[in-house]
């Protein structure tokens, strides 16, 4: 058998491997916690990953920079779209994360309410905003 490919396997408990990796990393004063994912999955991650953080972050993105239009009348004006939409790729690409964990963050934002999700017919693209109805105090029905 060829050195290059030997492949070694080591099983570990994820409590004994956040362990090891803690005492690690101990000596830089990076934290290292565990986060089950809805989907189950296990993930270790840094506190910038952390939910609070990371539905911060999303919370707080910059809002879009106005545009100008030209209408059919080719009068210019001003168009604001006040929503902030994110994409499981934006969010993949702006956090430095694999398209799938960053559906999984997402999602598990969206679990909170404090963002919901638009499925876009004609392209199947899905986008998620912050949810503005979010502690909204009914005053009727």
């Not at 491997?17 to 989907?39: D, G, K």
């Not at 840094?46 to 080719?74: N, V």
């Amino acid at each position: 058998m060829d050195a290059a490919q030997i492949v070694i396997v080591a099983l570990l408990s994820p409590a004994v491997f956040q362990s090891a990796l803690n005492r690690t990393v101990e000596r830089r004063l990076v934290r290292i916690s565990t986060r089950t994912l809805i989907s189950g999955l296990i993930v270790l991650h840094t506190p910038a990953l952390s939910h609070a953080a990371f539905t911060q972050r999303l919370l707080s993105a910059s809002p879009p920079q106005p545009s100008i239009l030209d209408t059919p009348e080719d009068d210019r004006i001003e168009q604001v779209d006040a929503q902030i939409w994110h994409t499981a790729f934006s969010v993949a690409d702006n956090e430095g994360v694999a398209y799938g964990l960053a559906v999984q963050l997402l999602e598990a934002v969206e679990d909170d309410g404090v963002i919901w999700r638009d499925e876009v017919p004609a392209s199947g693209m899905v986008r998620w905003t912050k949810n503005s109805l979010n502690g909204y105090v009914w005053d009727g029905d």
